[in-house]
């Protein structure tokens, strides 16, 4: 085969190569939106074992009160996730990815304590 | 303005007081911006291989950047960080790729040999498949609006760039021990140093990140992610310089250009940072000045520029012309020089009673002959002598001789025709010897070309040869009573074709070249030679020098 034919299907393997993947992940994150979200809500400490962090080793935007840790894909997570303007999350029709964490010593973290729970 | 783009209100509160907006737009827009340019630059002007990876690289920094500023962004919405944080990987790696591709056409002028570009592609896949699989990014954390990294396969991004760096420097090193000729050397050095500190700058910062994120310094080593992307602009310095000094990608950029774009590119980027009306105000005035102005700074000095190369492109042409009239002079004189001697030969045999006894009526016409054919032939001799001094083809065998004898012998030939005019003609050369070395061969044309100079112009009167020794010289002396120099004619005595107005109403035969082929011995000789008079009618002296 022809050098500049080696080089230009070379090439353009390669743009191709660049446009699979480019095009896959737009599908992936912008249309079907196949990713997990990661995100604090607020937590009703006389409902649920909610957690609480040190004040001096957390972020106060999102780690101020009591808070559950929610694990959701995107595609069905409500706009107030996002917002964090959630009240009394519950994952009740938002696919079966959705998963709320209550505090447990074993689902705790550096600087994370339980409050106590009266459920 | 900035409103438009927000889609995640949270996320942009949360950001917008940690963030230094401005260093992070002014690091990556211009840079990018200037990259894309100069590369669609030297991809328009060059369309060569290593312009078109050269505008790959620049195409890939441009896009990693974008995307970069894009996840730094975090309000433009989670699916856009997603989408952008997921290429940057791969988009990292395979700039890595073709920077190596680039350097290594542009160096060796050859493309990359196939099992290297297979070995190139070994190393890229596992970041494209990384990047397809997003597992280097598994979850969006909506609470720092940031994705959350997997260093696992993180890891691998260091480890393929670091091996794109280690094996540039061996290309670089044995490439550069290769070349053997100083201006390749250079270039391999410039362009290889230009691509190092961008992809070590870019490499360096990022795995600063990773290594210290969680840490104390995290926010001095996001600062240095931020100023990482500036190792950019180096490289395009580097390789406007290559391009201005080396005529890279055969691109005839001059200074000028480079420095104008340079300074508009810098000053437009000023955008990125000013906020109040006055300063964006003063920014755009100052830009709009140095376009206007900077623009007819191009303009004079590429006018300059073809001036200069109209200029040495007419002194070539020159040049070749002088050479083929001094081969045609030679040709000419030559087979003319040819017929006057045969024609000569004729006479003077004829003149010695070769083809019987020559009636007495006969012999002043012949003689007539003999001397107008051999006068013909001296001129033709002077003009060939003049050109092979011009053509510099004149060689000259040094040896020394008594100059004393050498001048004696000359003033004994030329006499009988300083008595014929009733001359006086005195010669007054010292006691001892005056040893000089010269080619004698040459240097009788000279003082023969004196002593007969000045015979032919004095009408009346004396022509006195002196010649005396001084410490380290000997001079020769040629005085007469004859028809003077006047400063007029003096200028161009021993120039080319030189005449003066009084020698030629007395010689009209004169070729001009005499006294042009006696500065050019003397000079050869290391001597000088010049002339001295009180005006036209006074007489003239001429001096020679040459070192004893």
Known sequence: MHRSAHKTTFLICVGILVLIVAIHNFARYYV??????????????????????????????FQGGAYEKVMIDAAHAPICLEEHTCANFSCDGLGALC????????????????????? | MLAYFIHAQYCYEYLVNQIPMGLLLYSHLPTSLLALAFGTYVLFKARTLPAFLFFNVC??????????????????????????WSLLDFFAVLMFFFTYYFLYTFVTGKDLPLWQKLIGIAILLPTTVIAFMGVNIPTYDLNSCTALEDNAYTIYTYIAEGIYILVTIAFLTIEY??????????????????????????????????????????????????????GMPVFLIYLGYLIVRYHAFNLKTFGVQALVVALIAVLASEFAFVTTLTSRVLVAVTLILTGIIGTQLIRSVKREIEQREHIEKLAGDLEKANEQQIVLIHFITHQIKGFVTKSRNIFSMVLEGDFGSVPEQMKPMLEEGFSSDTKGMNTIQEILNAANIKSGKVTYAMAPFDMKLFIEEIAKELKPAADAKGLEFTLDLGMGTDVVTGDRGQLVNVFKNLIDNSIKYTQKGTVTVRLKKETGKVIFTIEDTGVGITPEDMKNLF??????????????????????IVKNIIDA??????????????????????PA
Not at chain 1, 106 to 117: I, K, P, Q, V
């Open chain 2, 495 to 516: 120039t080319e074709g030189g005449h003066g107005k009084e020698s030629t109403k007395v010689n009209v035969e004169s070729t001009g070249f005499g006294l042009y």
């Open chain 1, 32 to 61: 079907a939106k196949d990713y997990p979200f990661h995100v604090f809500t607020s937590c009703a400490p006389f409902m649920h074992s909610c957690f609480t962090a040190d004040p001096t080793n957390s972020d106060p935007t």
């Open chain 1, 99 to 119: 998963q709320v964490t209550y505090c447990s010593p074993d689902a705790l973290e550096d600087g994370e304590s339980c409050t106590s729970s009266t459920q």
């Open chain 2, 177 to 230: 021990l290769k070349k053997k000729e100083r201006t390749q050397r250079r270039r391999t050095l410039l362009a290889g140093t230009g691509v190092l500190i961008f992809l070590g700058f870019f490499f360096s910062a990022s795995f600063l990140v990773s290594l210290y994120a969680s840490s104390d310094a995290s926010s001095y080593v996001y600062n240095y992610l931020i100023y990482g992307l500036f």
């Open chain 2, 525 to 546: 000789h290391k001597g000088k030679v010049w002339a001295e008079s009180e005006g036209a009618g006074k007489g003239s002296r001429f001096i020679v020098e040459l």
């Open chain 2, 59 to 84: 195409l890939m920094f441009a896009i990693w950047a974008a995307f970069d500023l894009s996840a730094w962004f975090a309000f433009l919405g989670a699916d856009n960080v997603m989408f952008t």
